[in-house]
């Protein structure tokens, strides 16, 4: 069983070293963290420092993976967050891009730790990935073949209007009710029974939080990740059909 608390607590403790750091030298940035990781350091940032005194940046608006950027404000001190970010592209021999388990699959492959890469964005052609700064030039040098294919990495610059959008298809189906085990039983195609026993068996987070209450009420809005199944969002619940079953629609992010 995961210890959360134990989790949190180190995470408190890399957050107040970066705050030891920035109040050395102006600011200081750390390296980037899931959404889970990032709701218990803003909730501890919120806590313990002014709100202009820090930030999350990906490198681009809609990304997932964030880095925490903190500044010292008594030294009126200017930082361009983004430099802590660079965005790299991809292109393969092949001329398609590869994909988003390839593309970290070859990079932690060279020994490149998770922390330090940020989202994976693909494209028709080409695959953007967010890295840290100091990474890049590695990557850039080490990176030659994903997959089967030889590949090219080089700097993105990347245009003003430039935002992640996740691509995702949209689910319909009919509940009994919005309990957990009715929601992954649709989803996934397994009976109540099974979806139950694959809740208590900690496979679901809701809201980047794991949730083991299969009786438990979800709601629309819900971000659901189910192990091995995928990533959804519940966008839409609440209308009745004749029989009193509940409509809902479900975003399968792919």
Known sequence: MKDLSSDASI????????????ENRGHAAGDFLTPAQQLICDS?????LDENSYSLFGGAPGAERKVPVILDCSKNFSFDESAEIKALRITASSGEAPG????????TALGIEREVIGDIVIFDYYAVIFVKNKIAPF???SLEKIGHDRVKADYFDLPSDFKIEHKFEELCFTVSSMRAD???????GMSREAA????????LDRNYTIFE???GLLSEGDM?????KGRFEISEAGELTRKGRIRISILRFI
């Not at 995470?11 to 920035?22: S, Y």
């Not at 501890?44 to 313990?48: C, E, R």
């Not at 009715?182 to 996934?188: G, K, L, M, N, Y």
């Open 44 to 48: 501890y940032l919120h806590k313990t």
């Open 100 to 107: 988003h388990r390839d593309c970290l699959g070859a990079l």
């Open 224 to 228: 659901l990740s189910l192990r091995h």
């Open 213 to 215: 209450n299969p009786s």
């Open 182 to 188: 009715c929601i992954v039983s649709a989803v996934t």
């Open 196 to 203: 139950k026993e694959y809740i208590l068996r900690k496979n």
């Open 139 to 141: 990557i850039i040098s």
């Open 11 to 22: 995470l408190h403790a890399r957050i107040d070293d970066l705050i030891c750091q920035a």
